[in-house]
């Protein structure tokens, strides 16, 4: 089985200050990690993905991920927040199989301060 | 591209009526479409993998009889509910497959009086 496990439900950083988005999953397959962004009465959007190759992932918005499997880990990090971060974001692993589904963690609220 | 829209964006219902939400992916076909529902301040909730040509398989819970889904083409998913209850209001989420990846439509908001 699959899980996800974002540590932090809620995040406060100041602009252009560092993000980092915690998220650690257990698979017992390779896993695919993604990262999916919601602001406020929106759908999801997808921020990057790993499946296989490099490591370290470059997404929309300057935001990037690394998977490091002897950590279980795939944080999410931006080197300088802007206000529009502020959202809610999920990681999601899937076993890459043919069902598709994701196992999804509960999410983190970024605030970004002035 | 991966582009996936959904209809209506919001809908006010009385309760016993039925409403439909059609989710459709317009740049890329999708065999595999997902269902979801999402309550205030939290994650989502899978309710249903829509599969274009056959029925849909349902996460234990949800029921198969008040949440209709139809999969008709490879571009186009719909969720009825039936008889809707205030309980049932909430954000509906819908999803399209595009090779490993889901992208998501922009919601659906119910509200049932």
């Known amino acids: 089985a699959q899980s996800v496990t974002q540590l932090g439900s809620h995040v406060s950083v100041s602009e252009g200050a560092l993000v980092l988005l915690r998220c650690n999953y257990s698979?017992?397959?390779?896993?695919?990690l993604f990262w999916y962004v919601q602001y406020p009465n929106q759908g999801l959007q997808l921020l990057l993905k790993y499946t296989t190759g490099a490591t370290l992932v470059k997404g929309i918005n300057g935001f990037e991920a690394e998977f490091k499997k002897s950590e279980t880990s795939f944080h999410l990090t931006k080197p300088s927040a802007h206000m529009s971060d502020a959202a809610e974001y999920f990681c999601a692993v899937s076993d890459g199989g043919n069902n598709r589904k994701l196992i999804w963690g509960l999410g983190t609220s970024l605030a970004v301060n002035p | 591209g991966a582009v996936v829209s959904q209809h209506p964006s919001r809908v006010i219902c009385k309760s016993g009526t039925s409403v439909k939400i059609e989710c459709r992916s317009l740049?890329?076909?999708?065999?595999?479409m997902f269902w979801y529902r999402q309550f205030p301040k939290q994650s989502l909730m899978l309710m249903a993998t829509s599969n274009e040509g056959s029925k849909a398989t349902y996460e234990q819970g949800v029921e198969k009889d008040k949440f209709l889904i139809n999969h008709a083409s490879l571009t186009l998913s719909t969720l009825t509910v039936t008889s809707a209850h205030p309980e049932d209001s909430s954000f509906y989420i819908c999803?399209?497959?595009?090779?490993?990846?889901?992208?998501f439509g922009p919601g659906t908001r119910l509200l049932v009086l």
């Open positions: 698979s017992s397959v390779p896993p695919y």
């Open positions: 999803s399209a497959v595009d090779r490993e990846t889901q992208y």
């Open positions: 740049d890329f076909q999708a065999t595999t």
